[in-house]
């Protein structure tokens, strides 16, 4: 059974916190991504890895940072939390290559920031 | 960058009914489009993909078809199911990258 696991399922910090939100995967995949997940707004990209050490800006960058620095591991930094960062966030992993393959996700981290 | 939309944003069926949910895409150089599915409390899951030399899929009771040339692709599923009641995302994969942008998502009811 493949697996994407983060670290928490729930999070509550307070506003100014530098957050850590931490995703290991074991089926040795390239890519790996974090989204935030709002309702109507579907799943937003924040920032992806398609190589260790390798990062690139998704479409809601702005507040956020990442680390790669084992290719099972990709975490995502939230360098002083605010209110509106309150959301779902999820990880997902797939293997490299030109050709889309599936996505597989983490169960999710509901980060609320007070 | 590819965007994709995604209606309805919410859909009741009766159950034994068929579900449509449909996509466009903006990136006419996108290849790959999947279909997750997301119950309640869970992780989304792949439940069908299309690539884009391909017009129609099917899998049991979910088929995908893919309009080329409109830049859509729907979400058929038939004698619809309570268990199917879940979020549905559509996708889109940017040719040559490795971004994957997601619809808003489809909530659908099926009603017993």
């Known amino acids: 059974d493949v697996k994407v696991t983060q670290s928490s399922r729930y999070l509550v910090k307070r506003t100014g916190e530098k957050v850590f939100l931490e995703c290991v995967q074991d089926?040795?995949?390239?890519?790996m991504f974090w989204y935030r997940q709002d309702p109507g707004l579907g799943l937003r990209l924040i920032y992806f890895?398609?190589?260790?050490?390798?990062?690139e800006k998704g479409d809601i960058p702005e507040g956020y940072s990442v680390s790669r620095e084992k290719k099972e591991r990709f975490s995502l930094i939230l360098e002083s939390a605010s209110t509106n960062q309150t959301s779902m966030y999820l990880c997902?992993?797939?293997?490299?290559?030109?050709?889309?393959?599936?996505?597989?996700f983490g169960q999710g981290t509901r980060l609320t920031v007070v | 960058g590819e965007n994709v939309e995604q209606h309805p944003s919410t859909l009741s069926v009766q159950e034994g009914d068929s579900a449509v949910i449909k996509c466009t895409y903006s990136?006419?150089?996108?290849?790959?489009f999947p279909w997750y599915k997301q119950e309640l409390g869970k992780r989304p899951q792949l439940i069908i993909d299309?690539?884009?030399?391909?017009g129609e899929k099917k899998d049991q009771r979910i088929a995908v078809t893919l309009n080329k040339t409109a830049k859509h692709f729907s979400l058929h599923i038939t004698e619809t199911q309570p268990e199917d009641s879940a979020v549905y995302f559509c996708?889109?994969?940017?040719?040559?990258?490795?971004?994957?942008?997601f619809g808003a998502g489809t909530r659908l009811f099926v009603k017993a």
């Open positions: 997902a992993s797939t293997f490299g290559g030109a050709v889309g393959t599936e996505a597989f």
């Open positions: 089926m040795d995949h390239e890519n």
């Open positions: 890895s398609y190589d260790v050490k390798m990062k």
């Open positions: 990136d006419s150089a996108s290849n790959y």
């Open positions: 299309i690539r884009s030399n391909v």
């Open positions: 996708a889109a994969r940017e040719a040559g990258g490795f971004k994957t942008i």
